[in-house]
């Protein structure tokens, strides 16, 4: 799901320190790595072999190949990768996120009057388009572009951050929307906007913080979400099963607590990912790299999927935490990152 990760770009908590100019690439045991012997592989193998026969290059693909035989999933790892730690300078952050449910309506009522859009066929490419205010006071409207409507601005700016969703209509049926494109307008966050107008201090920013003050505060909330001039517009994906994940950015379902988005420009998509999470619920897990989000940058940075729904959105919201990121590269990718460190065409993406 290309999106805006939920925890830094919503609430304005980016990822801190220093980029370094050339990363430090240390090649690791897998004894190195805590608790991986504890973790269950054989659930990670099954994720990964959802999307690895989507990566191109011959290293992978002939990997690919022997996952999909029915290996036993911790030897196939520790004989066929190598745990590979880039480190950037920037501070290790992860975020969370997940898949909203909302109410809403096929059609315009006096409660549903929010509309979520479709990508415009005018829509230009390469440049900045329309802002959020001009879209929210009707630049697209009547041009048959509703997908549907929703009762709270808050739930469409929420929806539009995280990527994709369900949306439970009226007559019991449930639309699902995933990213179709955006306005081109970079983001801008409303949680570091509150701060900086003096609402609320950075510890008290949350998801239903600001949820709560835009209610409470209609005409002023809905100025706060305008100051994000970023856009985003769907499309309906309502053929993928209910009992799957939305699409992450390898066009493919993802998969709770398995699947993280990282910065594709590091870590090629599809790559197994092994993660240690500090923090009030320390996570030490195998996940696979199948989604992408505009605040994921750097080479210690990830955004975990929690899942759908309610429960899944507390749990992801909750989450910003520190630790490390270590990529499972193919041996001998490893091996050829020893002597040097990225260059312009990134090998750890490119191969």
Known sequence: MIRAAAGALMLGLAASGAVMAEPKITVLAFSDLASWSDDDHSEALSVFTNTCGDMPDRDWSNLCALAKTGPEARSFFELFFLPVLIEDGS?????????????GSRVE????????YGVPPDLPTGTAWLTRKEIDDGALADRGLELAWLSDPVDLFFLQVQGSGRIRLQDGTVMRVGYGNNNGHSYSSIGAEM?????????????????????RN????????????????????????????????????????????IDPAIVPLGAPVWIEKDGE??????????????????????????????????????????GRIVVLMP?????????????????LADG
Do not use: C
């Not at 501070?91 to 909203?100: A, K, R, S």
């Not at 949350?206 to 003050?213: E, G, L, N, P, T």
């Open 218 to 261: 209609p005409e002023d909330g809905r100025d706060l979400l305008w100051t994000n001039r970023s856009y985003v517009f769907f499309r309906e994906v309502s053929e993928v099963p209910a009992n799957e994940g939305p699409l992450g950015a390898m066009n493919r379902s993802i998969t709770p607590l398995r699947t993280v988005a």
């Open 109 to 116: 009522t006096a409660r549903f009057r929010y509309p979520i």
């Open 91 to 103: 501070d290790p952050l992860f975020t969370g996120y997940f898949e909203p449910e909302l109410s």
């Open 195 to 215: 701060v900086a107008r003096g609402i609320y201090q950075p510890h008290q920013v949350s998801a239903d913080v600001i949820r709560s003050w835009v209610s």
């Open 331 to 347: 041996i001998q990718r490893a091996y050829a990152l020893i002597p040097d460190v990225l260059g312009d065409a990134s090998p």
């Open 281 to 322: 619920v320390p996570m030490n897990r195998l996940m696979i790299a199948q989604d992408t989000g505009s605040a994921i940058k750097g080479a210690q940075r990830a955004d975990i999927f929690y899942g759908t729904g309610t429960q899944a959105g507390r749990e992801a919201g909750r989450i910003r935490d520190g």
